[in-house]
């Protein structure tokens, strides 16, 4: 028997990650449009003025798409150094990020927006925070998988797959905390 020779595909995963993409995105319009025929029923809306952690947290994560596009850069012209500078940048946004979302909810905790209350509408607000900041921690981890590709002698196509991957997942949370932000502003 001859060896068999380790073929790399990257289609049937790459699919995985739109197919989550999707299927998130179907989610979260999902609990949108259930906020809007509930704050329809009820005719009002959460009624806060939301934190200025959420501003922040929205200009990091922006910061943290632009930091990854430059590693993508740097890996296709084979600069693995500028690569993993700028992972781990992306990286420590993240963690920002995160940090910011806490205290955007203790500021609304402290001002006696609780998640259990009598406005629902508030509810949805953490409820919706919430989940998206656990897609976070999932693009935190194609990140850290891009990220240990730079540093192991893998192909080069091995390593702009992973971070492909990581780019599409996190790109994709990234406009999915804009649209959320912009959608609870107006949604008073």
Same mark, same amino acid.
């Given at each position: 028997?001859?060896?068999?020779?380790?073929?790399?595909?990257?289609?049937?995963?790459?699919?995985?990650?739109?197919?989550?993409?999707?299927?998130?995105?179907?989610?979260? /319009?999902?609990?949108?449009?259930?906020?809007?025929?509930?704050?329809?029923?009820?005719?009002?809306?959460?009624?806060?003025?939301?934190?200025?952690?959420?501003?922040?947290?929205?200009?990091?994560?922006?910061?943290?798409?632009?930091?990854?596009?430059?590693?993508?850069?740097?890996?296709?012209? %084979?600069?693995? /150094? %500028?690569?993993?500078?700028?992972? $781990?940048?992306?990286?420590?946004?993240?963690?920002?990020?995160?940090?910011?979302?806490?205290?955007? $909810?203790?500021?609304?905790?402290?001002?006696?927006?609780?998640?259990?209350?009598?406005?629902?509408?508030?509810?949805?607000?953490?409820?919706?925070? /919430?989940?998206?900041?656990?897609?976070?921690?999932?693009?935190?981890?194609?990140?850290?998988?891009?990220?240990?590709?730079?540093?192991?002698?893998?192909?080069?196509?091995?390593?702009?797959?992973?971070?492909?991957?990581?780019?599409?997942? $996190?790109?994709?949370?990234?406009?999915? $905390?804009?649209?959320?932000?912009?959608?609870? %502003?107006?949604?008073?």
């Amino acid at each position: 028997m001859g060896n068999i020779q380790d073929t790399f595909d990257p289609k049937p995963k790459k699919f995985i990650v739109w197919l989550f993409v999707v299927s998130s995105t179907i989610m979260f /319009g999902g609990f949108t449009s259930y906020y809007l025929v509930f704050a329809a029923s009820k005719g009002k809306g959460h009624g806060l003025v939301l934190p200025d952690a959420f501003i922040y947290s929205s200009v990091i994560i922006l910061i943290s798409s632009i930091t990854l596009v430059l590693a993508s850069k740097a890996l296709r012209k %084979l600069n693995f /150094g %500028l690569q993993r500078n700028m992972l $781990w940048i992306t990286m420590i946004l993240a963690v920002v990020f995160g940090v910011l979302q806490f205290n955007a $909810w203790g500021s609304m905790v402290n001002t006696g927006a609780t998640m259990v209350g009598n406005n629902a509408a508030i509810s949805f607000i953490y409820v919706v925070s /919430g989940i998206h900041l656990v897609h976070i921690i999932g693009g935190v981890a194609l990140i850290i998988n891009a990220l240990a590709g730079s540093y192991k002698n893998i192909p080069v196509a091995k390593n702009q797959y992973r971070m492909e991957i990581a780019s599409i997942f $996190w790109h994709f949370i990234d406009i999915l $905390w804009i649209y959320l932000y912009v959608f609870l %502003l107006l949604n008073r």
